[in-house]
Antibody, heavy 120, light 107 residues
């Protein structure tokens, strides 16, 4: 079964850092690009960041550029998002999503998300 | 950045009726780069349509997509109770952006 499982979310103070992770199974992880998409409570979807199959290409939304860093470990079949200088507006459910190709295609598999709450 | 606008915001229809959801882009999007997702409450989004009109694996044929340039449409031909959800369009040709969503309520 193709599966993505996020972890690492929690309550963090403004200005602090947090790393969320995504464990993949059921498919050849290093064949595909991967993405992070977030959803603030009661709001729509916002693409956050993406990384190509070999980490050669990385992209970020303007709202997180310079604060968030995406990475992957193909040997561990894992995706990461290092978030720093967190703000209240970063509060959201963070989804890991699989690209259907090695870069820039529709997202055909999604995890269940990990909640990040930024508050003092 | 390409901005996607969806209309209507909410659609309230009866089972068996046809739903037509619109997605408009602020600039032209190649049709191969437009997707639709369904999200039910408390659940992750699910890919319905990619490349404007191709159904994802396991998606019933009552869901169809069409359009070109800046105007795209998701049609649900015969609504069923389980189609109650929020539907988002997405472009993935110029970075990645999502529309704000259309909520479909089944009466």
């Amino acid at each position: 079964e193709v599966q993505l499982v996020e972890s690492g979310g929690g309550l963090v103070q403004p200005g602090r850092s947090l790393r969320v992770s995504c464990a993949a199974s059921g498919f050849t992880f290093d064949d595909y690009a991967m993405h992070w998409v977030r959803q603030a409570p009661g709001k729509g979807l916002e693409w956050v960041s993406g990384i190509s199959w070999n980490s050669g290409s990385k992209a970020y939304a303007d709202s997180v550029k310079g604060r968030f860093t995406i990475s992957r470990d193909n040997a561990k079949k894992s995706l990461y998002l290092q978030m720093s200088s967190l703000r209240a507006e970063d509060t959201a459910l963070y989804y890991c999503a699989k690209d259907s190709s090695n870069w820039s295609d529709a997202f055909d598999v999604w995890g269940q998300g990990t909640m990040v709450t930024v508050s003092s | 950045e390409i901005v996607l606008t969806q209309s209507p915001g909410t659609l309230s229809l009866s089972p068996g009726e046809r739903a037509t959801l619109s997605c408009r882009a602020s600039q032209s999007v190649p049709s191969i780069y437009l997707a639709w997702y369904q999200q039910k409450p408390g659940r992750a989004p699910r890919l319905l349509i990619y490349g404007t009109s191709s159904r994802a694996t396991g998606i019933p044929d009552r869901f169809s997509g069409s359009g070109s340039g800046t105007d795209f449409t998701l049609t649900i031909s015969r609504l069923e109770p389980e189609d109650s959800a929020v539907y988002f369009c997405q472009q993935y040709g110029y970075s990645f952006t999502f529309g704000p969503g259309t909520k479909v309520d089944i009466k």
